[in-house]
């Protein structure tokens, strides 16, 4: 009975214990303590120990139930992707965030005050500022978003997503993406979107140039 009792005694211990460092996680990582939200990895680990990323990963399977996730942003300078086995120097300085793990609907959007047009914009210039190679004089992409949106609207958007943390901007105009964005944004998943938008947009406009030749030549055929 007592060799019964022991693992189950083990599994509670157990238990117990990544309860009281999860929650010590959530506390970390969703209260604001600086100017950024979450916690840097060197701050995890002086506080959860040295296996603060079980503990993460324990939390990160039960926040996928409420739609959540633990996700981790490497700082700028490790590449464009995130290191497949990161160092614990770079986990170190990585910064860890409790994100959303789905998308929000356009009602919840709108619930949040963002327009569809607005959303549009921060895409476009998140996609734009990553085809300059992660950085974009504000002047360009001020111009580009003109053509879809009215001028002040354009200024108003711009600064919004400065304030919101989604686009820096440095002292010499140039604009690039900022933590909100590294921390929230698929930009792999953004980038495959637009594109097959503009596949899409593409075939609909060759298949109305086809459709309108062909209309224009059968009137001609039947006027002669």
Known sequence: MEKQEAPRRLRGRRKAYYTMKMRRAVHLLLFKRHSKPGAKGWELRRS???????????????????????????????????????????????????TLRGTLTPSETKLLGWRIDDIAALAITISYIISKDGKAPRKEVEDLLKVKLPGWRTETNLNRFIRYGYIGEDENGQLYLDWRTRAEVDTRKLIDLLLRTEVEEGSLNRYGRSVGSMKADDKGGRTG
């Open 48 to 98: 959860l120990g040295p296996d603060y990323m079980k503990v993460l990963k324990v939390l990160d399977d039960y926040l996928e139930k409420l739609d959540l996730k633990v996700n981790v942003v490497f700082e700028e300078g490790t590449g464009k992707e995130a290191p497949e086995n990161p160092t614990p120097e770079q986990l170190n300085r990585a910064r860890f965030y409790i």
